[in-house]
């Protein structure tokens, strides 16, 4: 009899918001059954009248996540593209370094809140790297010229819509998932902006060849 996995996104509620935490070892790496589970969670956000938001987190403070471990799976980016026009607010809390996929998966919630250390980063910026449409001209030459984001440049750049001192990211995402849910109409305007800055949500602007700086 082959042994159950052990679950890598744990979830819980905490006053009406659901909180997903990938947990997998080396950087929360996002692969076919962290895709399953944070699909199940955002199911039962979209489903259960008790649920008025959800936050994605990672575990510890060095990662967010990683990245893509294996090719995308069911459930579109990390179980969020499916549920792209959930009328409940998403957002993610930045705990630490979100490369690649997990980079993404933070573009795809609502909102993002990043602890002060963290970094947004791309592989092989200087190829043809696609990018969310969400992200502005500036954040795209930035990821081009140097493949990262720190914190404090996402938020000049409109990425990140707050940076808080590390230790209290999840807090403060909690907080504004709370307004949000005593707030009547507050949701739903959030979750316009988001499908405007998203343009459908599955739409990616790719580096062309002449945003290559002069350094080749």
């Known amino acids: 009899m082959t042994a159950a996995l052990p679950r890598a996104v744990r979830t819980e509620v905490v006053d009406g918001v659901l909180v997903a935490t990938v947990d997998r070892p080396g950087g929360n790496p996002i692969d076919s059954q962290v895709s399953f589970e944070l699909y199940a969670a955002w199911a039962r956000l979209r489903d259960d009248p008790a649920v008025h938001a959800g936050i994605v987190t990672g575990a510890g403070r060095e990662y967010f996540s990683a990245g893509w471990d294996l090719a995308p799976a069911a459930g579109g980016f990390a179980g969020v593209a499916d549920f792209f026009r959930l009328a409940k607010p998403m957002i993610a809390a930045v705990n630490g370094l979100a490369r690649g996929g997990g980079f993404e998966l933070a573009l795809m919630t609502d909102l993002i809140v990043a602890a002060e250390h963290a970094e947004f980063t791309v592989p092989d910026h200087r ?90």
Do not use: Q
């Open 127 to 216: 190829g043809a790297v696609p990018l969310p449409e969400r992200l502005s001209e500036e954040a795209v030459r930035a990821l081009y010229r140097s493949g990262r984001l720190s914190a404090a440049e996402a938020a000049s750049c409109g990425v990140v819509h707050r940076v808080v001192p590390a230790g209290t990211e999840l807090a403060v995402a909690l907080d504004l998932a709370r307004s949000l849910g005593a707030t009547p109409g507050a949701a739903a305007a959030v979750k316009e902006i988001g499908r405007g800055a998203h343009r459908a949500g599955d739409e990616f602007a790719i580096l062309p060849p002449h945003h290559r700086d002069s350094g080749g």
